[in-house]
């Protein structure tokens, strides 16, 4: 089994910047993707960014030029750096991960940690 721990959430004010991390133990395999969503009140859980095996980085539009996302494969741990927070920021946000390990691929989320932007 694989565990994803979540951290660095929290209430900030409009302009300010937060920085999530992710980490992942257990039976790991080779990770593939690690990403992050959100979900606001009331609407669905939607994509904010990911990362591949690679480097490789795709953000949604909405957050693209104030959230960076990063990978640090020695610690299985994904990073999200959120600045010039907007109060639309709001929303649990959820760690993906996506493993194969051995002739199978997994896909696990962590337990979500509130990010709230307001004044």
């Known amino acids: 089994q694989v565990q994803l721990v979540e951290s660095g959430g929290g209430l900030v004010q409009p302009g300010g910047s937060l920085r999530l991390s992710c980490a992942a133990s257990?039976?790991?395999?080779?990770?593939?993707?690690m990403g992050w969503y959100r979900q606001g009140a009331g609407k669905q859980r939607g994509v904010v960014a990911v990362?591949?095996?690679?480097?490789?980085?795709n953000y949604v539009d909405s957050v693209k030029g104030r959230f960076t996302i990063s990978r640090d494969n020695a610690k299985n741990t994904v990073y999200l750096q959120m600045n010039s927070l907007k109060p639309e920021d709001t929303a649990v946000y959820y760690c993906n991960v996506g493993l194969t390990r051995g002739p199978y691929n997994y896909d696990y989320w962590g337990q979500g940690t509130q990010v709230t932007v307001s004044s």
């Open positions: 990362i591949g095996s690679g480097g490789s980085t």
């Open positions: 257990g039976s790991i395999g080779n990770i593939n993707y």
